[in-house]
């Protein structure tokens, strides 16, 4: 029985975004999984690889096969379905290849920030102890590359995600909203007047690219860059930040 599961944040793509207690949760660990991704995605898993060897760990790691989510299967359900068969796959890994001490699983940005680690965890069977080391958001990672501030003074921010920011709009009385999963440029269902944005791809990475400005301007540039750069990579992780001046 697996009895301590560390998730640990490792940040956005930038070794240095893991923290001193990541690493030593690191070197903690006997066993560490490793998502692959499927073909196209090998680098995700190399930056994972480079994060592991530059701890200094003398962990097992152990790969599985991430599951593809059934798109014809209504969005809540589909979600479900698809952390109970990512549960399954942990579980059948640590089932053959855990004998004893801590085991460790790498999480991209944080934790608790809309990421299901925490919640496919606690589906694990007997379930074991959860330890959650923070690492730094993509958020976070945003406003550092751009060197701006999240909110303004005493200024509301609303953190969602780009299905809600199309399905219902401007977010009550935000001035700034952070969007998070969003793989079909929700922006551009807004009415872009007095808005406007900070967005970054592949961030901390070598990659890395940003564009800032009114919304209006600079929307269609980011859909066509986004675009190029999803091509050229097979997959693209990007956010971005809007503020509207009201």
């Not at 460790?104 to 330890?131: E, F, N, Q």
């Not at 199309?166 to 872009?192: I, K, N, Y």
């Amino acid at each position: 029985m697996v009895q301590e599961l560390s998730l640990i944040g490792i940040g956005t793509g930038s070794p240095a975004h893991v923290t001193l207690e990541g690493v030593q949760a690191l070197r903690d660990a006997t066993v560490i999984l490793l998502p692959c991704k499927g073909a196209g995605k090998n680098d995700l898993a190399e930056i994972r690889h480079g994060i592991i060897a530059a701890s200094g760990t003398d962990a097992r790691v152990v790969t599985f096969e991430y599951p593809v989510r059934d798109e014809a299967l209504p969005y809540l359900t589909r979600v479900d379905v698809w952390h109970n068969e990512i549960a399954a796959r942990w579980q059948a890994v640590l089932d053959a290849e855990w004998q004893s001490g801590p085991v460790a699983l790498l999480v991209w940005g944080d934790p608790s920030l809309y990421d299901s680690t925490i919640r496919i965890a606690r589906r694990l069977l007997p379930a074991p102890a959860i330890r959650v080391v923070p690492g730094i958001t993509a958020i976070q990672a945003l406003a550092a590359a751009h060197a701006i501030p999240l909110n303004t003074v005493n200024g509301p921010v609303e953190v969602t995600t780009g299905r809600r920011l199309r399905d219902l709009g401007w977010p009550g009385m935000a001035e700034t909203v952070a969007v998070m999963l969003d793989g079909e440029c929700s922006f551009q269902h807004l009415d872009p007047r007095g808005i406007d944005i900070w967005w970054g791809a592949f961030l901390a990475m070598p990659e890395q690219i940003l564009r800032r400005g009114s919304l209006g301007e600079v929307a269609n540039d980011i859909i066509a860059i986004r675009k190029a750069a999803r091509a050229k990579h097979g997959w693209i992780m990007d956010t971005y930040i809007l503020h509207k001046d009201t």
